[in-house]
């Protein structure tokens, strides 16, 4: 903050702002001017300017002090305020970061209110209540956030520019299984899965972070990336801890730096799916781990699978093990 303003009042010295301001003050000495004083009336100069020191005193009404004390005088604003409005950059800005994470704290609080979630979770094969909380996974209704976030910083175009509402005011998110997605301390997106008709994966606008839950795994020799977060779930209930996943086949620069980053062998499980889109882009991800000097395997599920689809429809830890060790590089 005292940077802040030795900063501003660099860029924008009292006698300068003065001027711009139709102060009209003459010398009175080597670094002296005087005036009128525009902090009370007066017909006979009283207002001393020091553009040395950079502060003003006023023998008349006995204000002084430097730059942000005369906005705040002249304008009544606050030291805050009389900062931000010297410096528009300055301005408190929302943090996207705490909206986002009051967002996704409503949408928890919504997942055991909606049957129509509960019932999606159960028919993914998600049963671990615990591990329901420590993903923070939610649920979005739809129609109802903008009545719960009514923060004033939380106005309509802060919402609009995350992308939690579009442009009409209704919300983004809407029938979907919400998860946050976390870098760090801080929730950097939100990701939504559709329960209903409407396109499966949503994100909101911006980068989806880095690997999922990366911190849990960075450490470990062997990883399992899997593309979607049901397949995570799935996984993670199976008793495997070792699991990261990319939220798509298509790895971010930030995603492969962080496989990459230290010696591993990294277990690609993506989908098996008919039109081998996702076993195509496994390859590609796997030549690309080799050149980064990361030992890669690709883990081949049943035909017509997904991690998560394999543990529901009967598919037990064992077998997924055997299927580790049988992957190929
Ligand atoms: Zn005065």
Known sequence: MGEDVERLKRRTPLLEYLRQHNWAGRPAGRFEYVGLCPLHKESQPSFYVNARKDVFYCHGCGQGGDLIRF??????????????????????????SAVIEEAATFYQQQLDRCPEALDYLHRRGVHDPALLRELGIGYAPGGTLR?????????????????????????????RIVFPLRQGEHIVNLYGRSIGVAFAHRFLPGSKGGLYAW???RNCAKVILVEGLFDYVALRQAGFHNVTCSLGTQLNREQLRQLCEGERTVYLTFDV?????????????AHRLVVHGISARRVLLPEGHDPNSFFVQGGDPHQFQSLLEAAQP
């Open 147 to 175: 009545r719960y976030l009514t923060a004033p910083s939380h106005s309509f175009d802060v919402l609009r520019r995350i992308g939690l509402i579009n442009a009409r005011g209704a919300d983004a998110l809407y029938q």
């Open 273 to 285: 799916d008919q039109n081998q889109s996702g076993q195509q882009a496994a390859e590609q991800l």
């Open 215 to 217: 911190e849990k795994v």
């Open 71 to 96: 906005v705040q005088l002249s304008s009544g604003l606050s030291f805050r305020r009389s900062l931000a409005s010297l410096d528009p950059e300055s301005a408190p800005k929302a943090d996207s």
